[in-house]
């Protein structure tokens, strides 16, 4: 099978989630991780991972695009890509950002797994969460079960 045909935009996240690298706040695992999140209007929000020395208060380079996105006015995504310094494996996100991801993402969501070399996998939310957890559960709680 040929090479997926890239488009320009996905070229430049997959550049500016290697980029955002840089921006890691990771004293304590040293483990750099960047994201870039495409907008379904075509603009770029990076993030990187925020550690603490407390740690379980530290985010994620997904959940912190997303949600310096969210705090932009954008609420619409097409893709994310996320990149690491591991060189032999696709990095994919954790539990809670895979949630993240489908709540602002839905399930069409393409996620592109990147290595530094900026080779990548591309895979979903679909693929990453399925059956998630979204606000049509909510929907179904009220109108189904409370009175
Ligand atoms: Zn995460």
Do not use: W
Request: glycine share 6%.
């Amino acid at each position: 099978m040929a090479d997926p045909i890239v488009s320009d935009e996905i070229k430049k996240i997959i550049a500016e989630c290697n980029e955002a690298k840089k921006f890691a706040y990771c004293p304590y695992s040293n483990f750099r991780v960047g994201a870039a999140l495409l907008t379904t209007d075509g603009q770029i929000i990076t993030g990187c991972n925020i550690e603490n020395a407390s740690y379980t208060l530290g985010v994620c380079a997904e959940r912190c695009a997303i949600f310096k996105a969210v705090s932009e006015g954008h609420t619409s995504f097409k893709a994310i890509a996320v990149a690491s310094d591991v060189k032999d494996e696709f990095i994919s996100p954790c539990g809670a950002c895979r949630q993240v991801m489908f709540e602002f993402g839905g399930k069409d969501m393409k996620v592109y797994l990147t290595k530094p070399d900026h080779s990548f996998r591309v895979t979903s939310n679909k693929e990453l969460l399925p059956d998630g957890f979204d606000s049509s559960v909510l929907d179904m709680v009220r109108t189904k079960v409370l009175p």
